[in-house]
């Protein structure tokens, strides 16, 4: 597997992963549950949520999120 996007929140990672699935790619947020039980762990930490993609899907999955997500900060 392959991290192809790490968000702050789990509202960001679940969309993220809705995008890539809508265009065939199968998107994986190992951290959903954590994030949905305690998302204190996440909230102003280094840590953060990963999306990842099977190693063979990564380069794709950049390009669609490269072309279907907002610019950081708009």
């Known amino acids: 597997m392959t ?5 702050l929140t789990i509202d960001q990672a679940l969309f993220l992963r809705s995008v890539l699935d ?3 790619v199968k998107a994986f947020v190992p ?3 954590t994030a949905q039980t305690d998302p204190v762990i996440f909230m ?6 990963r999306v ?8 794709a ?4 999120l490269e072309r279907n997500t ?3 900060g708009s």
Do not use: F, H, K, Y
Request: charged fraction near 15%; aromatic fraction near 0%.
């Open 3 to 7: 991290t192809v996007a790490r968000c």
């Open 22 to 24: 809508g265009c065939g």
């Open 31 to 33: 951290d959903e549950l």
């Open 44 to 49: 102003g930490s280094m840590n953060s949520i």
């Open 52 to 59: 990842q993609v099977s190693d063979q899907d990564a380069a």
């Open 61 to 64: 999955a950049q390009t669609i």
């Open 70 to 72: 907002p610019p950081a």
